[in-house]
């Protein structure tokens, strides 16, 4: 022992099993309510080499504030903020938004997807593991000197149907990141089943399954690739919803209530989110977008009419993410 501090980045103690971290700190998993398990309130898309749009979701406190009310309006208790490093992760502007909207808030970590890997993460110049540690480090000690932590790893992702080499190293870190400190892993996976490639990755490095989720599931509306998903037993998100300029509309949403409906029938009720990624000024309710209140106002309704059980739809909206944001102890 050497009476020194030793650099926080074991993991083994550093994150509190059993509770939730949000930006505010940790809390009781009951608190947190309904959950949108897939969210952003601002995030910069469009600074990358080749993009000619400028897709941003910006950062308007007042805003972003009003926006984010309606959804408590609606009965929502928490959302979770995945912008990462590279498309402007903020804890500060988060515990802000805490802190105005009553809402519990819970970070995102790690890196996105590799168009906007930002350069001096070295993603392909340093070890994977010294990337897990960089994941870890925010989980447990905090972003930066902000103190403030991360609660989930992700959104991880891909920019194409498959893993680039450099994607493939951000997955094994963020799986060895999951086994150190049992944060859940949470992903992008658009129009293409390569969320399963994921999973592979994942469960190559040990992590746990059932701590997985596969987002933008519904860009890819085939039932045999959801089902695939839960059979290994991650949990399939559909977070497109209400976003009117995505590929989902070549199929329409009601495709994506008869998928859900036939997982449910299946007994999947345990393997399932629903939330709307909002990314873009354009979803915003103050230019005509559906805001942070689609579910509420348009896609839940739509559910119940075709049947969905109440207990079914509690257990998508707050059972599933209270489980998988509760922190497991850590196996790694
Ligand atoms: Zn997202």
């Known amino acids: 022992m050497t009476g020194r501090n030793e650099p926080a980045t074991s993991g083994a103690t550093g994150t509190p099993a059993g509770r939730v971290q949000t930006v505010l700190g940790p809390i009781d998993p009951a608190e947190l309510g309904w959950v949108l398990p897939h969210e952003h309130t601002a995030i910069a898309l469009w600074h990358i080499p080749n993009r000619w749009d400028y897709w941003e979701l910006r950062r308007d406190k007042p805003l972003i504030s009003d926006e984010l009310a309606a959804f408590r309006s609606a009965g929502g208790g928490a959302i979770v903020d995945l912008t990462l490093d590279g ?6 502007w988060l515990a802000g938004l805490a802190r105005t909207t009553g809402l519990h808030v819970v970070m995102g970590s790690g890196w996105y997807r590799g168009a906007h890997y930002p350069p001096e993460a070295l993603i392909d110049r340093r070890s994977v593991d010294a990337l897990a540690d960089v994941i870890v480090r925010d989980a447990t000690s905090g972003v930066g000197d902000t103190g403030i932590r991360s609660g989930v ?54 992590a746990d399954l059932t701590r997985v989720v596969i987002g933008h599931a519904d860009s890819y509306p085939a039932l ?76 839940l309704p739509r559910l119940r009419e075709a049947g969905v059980s109440e207990s079914d739809i509690r257990t998508i909206t707050i059972g599933n993410p209270r489980r998988l944001l509760t922190i497991a102890p850590p196996h790694g």
């Open 87 to 92: 498309v402007g992760r903020d804890p500060d």
């Open 153 to 206: 790893i992700g959104e991880i992702g891909t920019d194409k149907p498959w893993l680039s080499a450099q994607e493939e190293r951000v997955h094994r870190a963020a799986a060895r990141a999951a086994r150190r400190t049992g944060l859940a892993i949470t992903t992008h996976a658009v129009q293409s089943a390569v969320g399963l490639d994921q999973l592979d990755v994942f469960a190559a490095e040990g």
């Open 224 to 299: 045999d690739y959801h089902l695939a998903i839960v059979d290994r037993g991650a949990t399939v998100e559909f977070d497109f919803l209400g976003m009117t300029f995505t590929p989902l509309e070549r199929h329409g949403e009601g495709r994506i209530v008869e998928i859900l409906v036939a997982l449910l029938a299946r007994g999947h009720a345990e393997r399932l989110l629903l939330s709307q990624d909002v990314c873009h000024d354009s979803q915003l309710r103050r230019y005509g977008g559906n805001g942070y209140t689609y579910l509420a106002e348009s896609f």
